[in-house]
């Protein structure tokens, strides 16, 4: 099937990797969703795009809340009538309330929570089947090394725990689709120039991006349930 028949929806992409992830499918020809919970950022994301001849479709997201990833599996149903690739990418990192387990607000956990992982989780359950009805599916959850078991410390308590969740639903959605060609995987974009990696990152949006677009756009029988970062598996 050619990229231009392939539907890519990509979470929290009005700004940073997502943003570039939107640009780079969709300079694969791939028709892209570029989602954002603020529809005026979305939008201006989209125009940014079109300027460069790079034409996506917008539809507005929250992945906190059921009634609005309801309404986006309504919208791709109806009006697309399928869906190829989910990029789970939308993120908080409330870094200045999220120092150290034993003193970070209860709150500060759930609200991470909420957002990095249970997110994630609503739009899966609302794309995998969608992507079940063409067989054919591409999901990748954009994780951060912050969630790696072997590597955890003490700071960062509601990113890390996010990032960890994000992984194990990793597994259990690969678990889930073992054996057909949707392939489910995560990874560790590295430390990227946006608002939430900060002006001294060490890697460019493109740089970022690039292991995500790779994941997404895997031929058949490519990895599934795994972890990675600039194209080879880490350790969870
Ligand atoms: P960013 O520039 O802060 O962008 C985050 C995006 O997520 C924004 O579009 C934001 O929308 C959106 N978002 C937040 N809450 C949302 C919600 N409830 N519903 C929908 N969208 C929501 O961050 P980034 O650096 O591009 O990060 C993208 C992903 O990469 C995140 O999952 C992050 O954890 C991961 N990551 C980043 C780095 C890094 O160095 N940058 C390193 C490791 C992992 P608004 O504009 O409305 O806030």
Same mark, same amino acid.
């Given at each position: ?17 997502? @943003? ?37 479709? @917008? ?58 992982? @249970? ?107 795994? @972890? ?9």
């Amino acid at each position: 099937m050619k990229n231009a028949q392939r539907v890519a929806l990509v979470t929290g992409a009005n700004r940073g990797i997502g @943003f570039e992830v939107c640009r780079q499918l969709a300079q694969q020809d791939y028709q892209v969703v570029l989602t954002s919970r603020d529809s005026a950022k979305g939008l201006a994301a989209v125009h940014q795009l079109s300027d460069e001849g790079l034409p996506v479709l @917008f539809q507005p997201l929250d992945v906190t809340q059921a009634a609005s990833v309801a309404a986006l599996g309504k919208f791709l149903e109806e009006k697309l009538g399928r869906l190829d690739v989910l990029v789970n990418n939308a993120g908080i990192n409330l870094s200045s309330q999220d120092r150290d387990v034993l003193t970070v607000a209860l709150d500060t956990i759930e609200r991470t929570l909420a957002t990095n992982a @249970f997110g994630a989780l609503r739009v899966s359950q609302m794309a995998v089947p969608l992507m079940q009805k063409n067989s054919y599916g591409r999901l990748v959850n954009v994780s951060s090394d912050m969630g790696q078991l072997s590597r955890l410390g003490s700071s960062s308590p509601a990113y890390r725990l996010s990032k960890v969740a994000l992984n194990v639903l990793t597994r259990m959605l690969a678990d889930s689709t073992r054996g057909t060609d949707i392939l489910v995987n995560t990874c560790h974009p590295g430390w990227v120039k946006t608002d939430m990696g900060g002006p001294g990152a060490n890697r460019s949006l493109e740089q970022g991006a690039d292991t995500i677009v790779w994941l997404a756009t895997l031929p058949r029988g490519g990895p599934n349930g795994e @972890f990675f970062q600039d194209r080879k598996r880490i350790a969870w």
